[in-house]
């Protein structure tokens, strides 16, 4: 029906979004059509309720408006650094306090499972695991008595250094 305008939809939904506010477009539609005999486009039943929603709740980003407390606000923020702050250069410079007491470290409790004995390697440093680097030719996996590709004279060579 093209005289279904928006507003009209939404003086037609508001009864039944108090009922239910979290009834879909779809079904308001489906309302409608039982109820006024009316055949009305999606987009308009949703352009509808969503002018309905905003004059019965509210709007929606409004609605977030004095729920974060002032101590967040910009301005505190600013008048809180405004002071220059000066640097300290070293130890030295820090406030003593005493407590009247000593603190102690921490007690270390041992962890779970077994102890790490490697160190984690960083991810720019190359690892070959268990490959083990042939000096003939230069290939992985095997030592250089057992070269199937290098020379016989570099393998008999080596055996005399060795």
């Not at 108090?18 to 039943?45: F, S």
């Not at 499972?113 to 160190?119: A, L, N, Q, S």
């Amino acid at each position: 029906m093209k005289n279904a305008t928006k507003f009209w939809i939404c003086e037609k939904v508001k009864d039944w979004l108090i009922a239910d506010p979290c009834i879909g477009a779809k079904a308001l539609q489906k309302k409608l059509k039982e109820h006024y005999k009316v055949k009305i486009n999606y987009k308009r039943v949703y352009a509808g309720k969503e002018l309905a929603t905003q004059q019965l709740f509210g709007d929606w980003n409004s609605s977030f408006n004095n729920h974060v407390d002032m101590y967040y606000s910009v301005e505190n923020f600013r008048l809180a650094y405004a002071q220059v702050i000066p640097a300290m250069e070293d130890k030295s410079q820090w406030p003593q306090s005493c407590h009247g007491f000593f603190m102690h470290l921490p007690l270390l409790k041992a962890t779970a499972g077994r102890r790490k004995t490697e160190r984690y390697k960083g991810c720019t440093e190359k690892t070959k695991k268990g490959q083990h680097k042939c000096p003939i030719c230069k290939g992985y996996g095997h030592h250089w008595p057992s070269c199937k590709k290098g020379n016989l004279e570099d393998i008999a060579a080596m055996m005399t250094v060795r």
